[in-house]
């Protein structure tokens, strides 16, 4: 357990549909990230919240929408999704974004495994 | 640009030792995370290295050499559970930037 939680693991859709993952942190931190983990590649970010406002965005597109109500939820909702977004969506969190020192330090949530068919 | 190079997959036995290499290039640079990731898992922290040598943590090391460019973690006394993947990322002015880590396959 890391103190980050993640929601629903798993997640099959259609291409049309429309879902959104959850994250949560009860670690008391300020910065939350989604990443996109495909096989075989690195980590990629996707997006950075630090208090609550988003401070990077990686070239994303418009069918992944980030929310952020308070800096202990995060939210990724998902629409027409193509075949090629189906990965492993991981959260994290850290004390501080950005950081020079261990407060950059990024705990994971469990992933949320998503297919889209 | 960024890149990060380590071996894609390792095998080692049981009670051995493996040392785990990775060269970086970034643009600007803080510090240096490994992770550990169990298949089907998420990340977990294992070390930061800011200043250059070597630390250790129980039977996980990891050495760096900013001038170099380079970091190695190392695994003594290995286990059964440390079959996993272990991801190396350079901190940058601002953000991690992960590898494709190696996958490293203990066998009895």
């Known amino acids: 357990e890391t103190g980050v939680t993640q929601t629903p693991r798993h997640l099959v859709m259609g291409m049309t549909n429309k879902k959104s993952l959850k994250c949560e942190q009860h670690l008391g931190h300020n910065a939350m990230y989604w990443y996109k983990q495909s096989a075989k590649k690195p980590l990629e970010l996707m997006f950075v919240y630090s208090l609550e406002e988003r401070v990077e965005n990686n070239s994303v597109p418009s069918r992944f929408s980030p929310e952020c109500p308070n800096s202990s939820h995060l939210f990724l909702h998902l629409h027409t999704l193509q075949p090629e977004d189906s990965a492993l969506y991981l959260c994290?969190?850290?004390?501080?974004?950005?950081?020079?020192?261990?407060?950059?330090?990024?705990?994971f949530g469990p992933g949320t495994r998503l297919l889209v068919l | 640009g960024q890149n990060i190079d380590q071996p894609t997959e390792m095998t080692a036995t049981e009670g051995a030792i493996v040392q785990i290499n990775c060269t970086y290039q970034t643009s600007g640079f803080n510090g240096l995370f490994w992770y550990q990731q169990h298949a089907g898992e998420a990340p977990t922290f294992l070390s930061y290295n800011v200043l250059d040598g070597l630390e250790e943590k129980g039977r996980f090391s990891s050495f760096l050499s900013r001038s170099k460019g380079y970091s190695y973690l190392l695994l003594k006394e290995l286990q059964m559970k440390d079959s996993a993947s272990y991801l190396c990322?350079?901190?940058?002015?601002?953000?991690?930037?992960f590898g494709t880590g190696t996958r490293l396959q203990v066998f009895p």
């Open positions: 994290a969190s850290s004390q501080e974004f950005p950081s020079s020192g261990s407060g950059e330090t990024q705990y």
């Open positions: 990322a350079p901190h940058n002015t601002d953000k991690l930037i």
